[in-house]
């Protein structure tokens, strides 16, 4: 059974870091990605990380703020968010896929989400 798991999630101020882990079980992916939903808005992609951390994405807003990465030993995906502002509140939720996408319908599995809340 797959199962992805997320933590590191929390309040801080802005400006302030944060690193969240999915933990992933069950079997590999292609693609490993993190996605967000703040209240009252879509949800949207952040990041995605290929299985041999040869290629990223990012979204522009968390360009040179956020770094995505894997830890194959561990089969663990981290977020690590820098210089985070107001703006990036929202739950945010650790999806596995097969291939590139920025939609998250092409994704296989998700964790349950863990809250990021960053005041101002």
């Known amino acids: 059974q797959v199962q992805l798991v997320e933590s590191g999630g929390g309040v801080v101020q802005a400006g302030g870091s944060l690193r969240l882990s999915c933990a992933a079980s069950g079997r590999t992916f292609n693609i490993y990605g993190w996605f967000r939903q703040a209240p009252g808005k879509e949800r949207e992609l952040v990041s995605f990380i290929n299985w041999s951390s040869t290629y990223t994405y990012y979204r522009d807003s968390v360009k040179g703020r956020f770094t995505i990465s894997k830890d194959n030993a561990k089969n663990t995906v981290y977020l690590q968010m820098n210089s985070l502002k107001p703006e990036d509140t929202a739950d945010y939720y650790c999806?596995?896929?097969?291939?590139?996408?920025?939609?998250?319908?092409?994704?296989?599995?998700w964790g349950q989400g863990t809250q990021v809340t960053v005041s101002s």
């Open positions: 999806a596995a896929g097969r291939r590139y996408s920025q939609d998250g319908n092409e994704y296989d599995a």
